[in-house]
């Protein structure tokens, strides 16, 4: 019996001593491959200094408005706009950048919300001396939020708006009937656990190839997942305080305003994740373009542009139509800006 104790004693340490040593292995995995991700992946346009950190910053072509494109609940931040970014600055000055915390921008020590987002991006604007009016500001997703923030803001800058398939201050309240956000525990786990190298080791698997993505971009992406995911998990948890936040401000006056919504029809897989049946998804989009068609009125100058054919992610399903409501707002802030002369 005695032999039988100390045999069990002895197979309990080096359990322990093989689960210190996968841990300690983890984490050395993922310092590499952070030092790795920096030295194969730098960041297109340059790190600007916003009071201690960076937020990366992507500006390119040339000419006035400038158009700041601002990133939906994403992890792949300025990269989001890669479908579009060039098509844009063929015309005017366009900018692109990764919200604190995502891909190649450190994070900050506060939460994630409607004023900071708006400050980060008027300090990176400001301090690479691109702060200038007029801007024209085009938010995707929850980035609509933050683009609308930036307006509140910092409105004096802000000349015009495209809001891609946005986020409406009261979806949560509108579409409670027929489904509930639900947040996977094994998201937080895994992010809590980044810093052993789990979540690197399984961004092949969570960031899958993606036709609208280059492969480079693709593997930029996942070599910055394991900060970036945190990021989103922040952004995820603090979005009902931007919602309250954002729902005190919606006057846009005059200013040019597209709003796109995007109407294809749920896919299964959609339908899975949200937990609704393809009957219940038709009612869910009917409230969406209804909420766009508000959202269009907060301005009197606008247009509500519905895309039968395109998702979620607008700028990657019909990349013309992005481009082009852009455009026709930049036109419109350059004709009302020569009439003004």
Avoid at 12 to 22: F, N
Avoid at 222 to 249: C, H, K, M
Wanted: aromatic share 6%; net charge neutral.
């Amino acid at each position: 019996m005695k032999n039988i104790g100390t045999w069990t004693v002895r197979i309990c340490v080096a359990g322990a001593a093989l689960g210190v040593a996968a841990v300690v292995a983890g984490a050395a995995y993922e310092r590499i491959g952070q030092g790795r991700a920096a030295r194969d992946f730098p960041p297109p346009g340059r790190m600007v200094d916003v009071g201690g950190r960076k937020i990366q910053l992507d500006c390119r072509g040339t000419g006035s408005p400038t158009v700041v494109l601002e990133a939906g609940l994403s992890i792949d931040g300025a990269l989001s706009w890669s479908s579009v970014h060039d098509l844009i600055a063929r015309h005017t000055h366009t900018c692109a950048y990764s919200r604190a915390g995502v891909m190649w921008s450190d994070p900050s020590d506060s939460a994630p919300g409607f004023e900071r987002v708006a400050r980060d991006l008027r300090a990176a604007l400001a301090n690479a001396g691109e702060a200038r009016g007029p801007l024209v500001l085009v938010g995707q997703s929850a980035g609509a939020l933050y683009a609308m923030g930036y307006t509140k803001y910092f409105g004096a800058d802000v000349a015009g708006l495209v809001l891609v398939d946005p986020s409406h201050p009261e979806q949560a309240d509108r579409v409670a009937g027929f489904m509930k956000e639900t947040r996977s525990p094994f998201s937080r786990i895994a992010v809590a656990l980044a810093w052993t190298g789990v979540l690197r080791a399984a961004a092949p698997r969570l960031v899958p190839q993606a036709p609208y993505h280059s492969a480079h971009d693709i593997q930029a992406i996942r070599a910055y997942a394991p900060v970036s995911f945190r990021t989103q998990l922040a952004e995820g948890d603090a979005l009902d305080r931007t919602i309250t936040e954002a729902n005190g401000f919606r006057a846009l006056g005059d200013r040019p305003l597209v709003v796109l919504t995007a109407m294809a029809p749920y896919t299964q897989a959609e339908l899975g994740d949200m937990k609704i049946t393809p009957e219940q998804g038709t009612q869910v989009q009917a409230i969406w373009e209804q909420m766009h068609e508000e959202e269009a009125s907060w301005s009197s100058n606008s247009r509500h542009v519905v895309l039968p054919n395109a998702g979620h992610n607008i700028q990657f399903d019909d990349p013309g139509a992005v481009v082009d409501a852009v455009l026709s707002v930049v036109d419109s802030v350059r004709a009302r800006n020569a009439g003004q002369r």
